[in-house]
């Protein structure tokens, strides 16, 4: 379906415009239907990603900047995700011995049995969305989103 018909706009729209509301109408779509997948567990999309990126540290804790700056979403209040996953015992908090002023933040092993019960459940949902295109398609969409953002 065309944006113009989704918004149903009633007046011509620039292509610049077009582009950015199918990105953010396409953004909003991908996201609700995450944020599901992540509700049937208990977390939110954000609490999903500290998740993925302390399981990506391979066991090696990371601070609240390391954190930060590897969220998608950016404006992500990254201590209240945090005391949020403590409370689920998915993570450890621990003060940094080499940096008081520090927080150092694992994954526990139940974070971990969660993510691996995701894995096959978030790789569907990707892979949904990728259906109806070709691998092809798949690889200029990708590049083409990357030359947009790098703008």
Do not use: W
């Not at 149903?8 to 944020?35: C, D, H, R």
């Not at 995700?81 to 993570?91: M, Q, R, S």
């Not at 096959?120 to 691998?135: G, I, Q, S």
């Not at 398609?137 to 790098?150: A, D, S, T």
Request: proline residues 4%; glycine residues 4%.
């Amino acid at each position: 379906m065309k944006i113009e018909e989704v918004i149903k706009a009633t007046a011509p729209m620039s292509l610049p415009k077009k582009i950015i509301l199918n990105i953010m109408y396409t953004q909003n779509v991908i996201g609700e239907s995450f944020s599901e997948i992540a509700k049937a567990h208990d977390l939110s999309p954000e609490q999903y990603n500290v998740l993925r990126i302390l399981r990506g540290q391979k066991g090696k804790p990371a601070n609240m900047c390391v954190i930060q700056e590897r969220m998608i979403a950016k404006t992500s209040n990254t201590t209240r995700l945090v005391d949020k996953l403590l409370l689920k015992e998915l993570v450890t908090r621990e003060v940094c011995p080499d940096n008081r002023r520090k927080m150092e933040v694992a994954i526990t092993q139940k974070g971990l049995d969660l993510l691996k019960i995701l894995d096959p459940v978030v790789d569907n949902h990707e892979a949904k969305f990728c259906n109806n295109l070709t691998e092809k398609e798949q690889e200029l969409l990708n590049g083409l989103l990357e030359k947009y953002r790098n703008a």
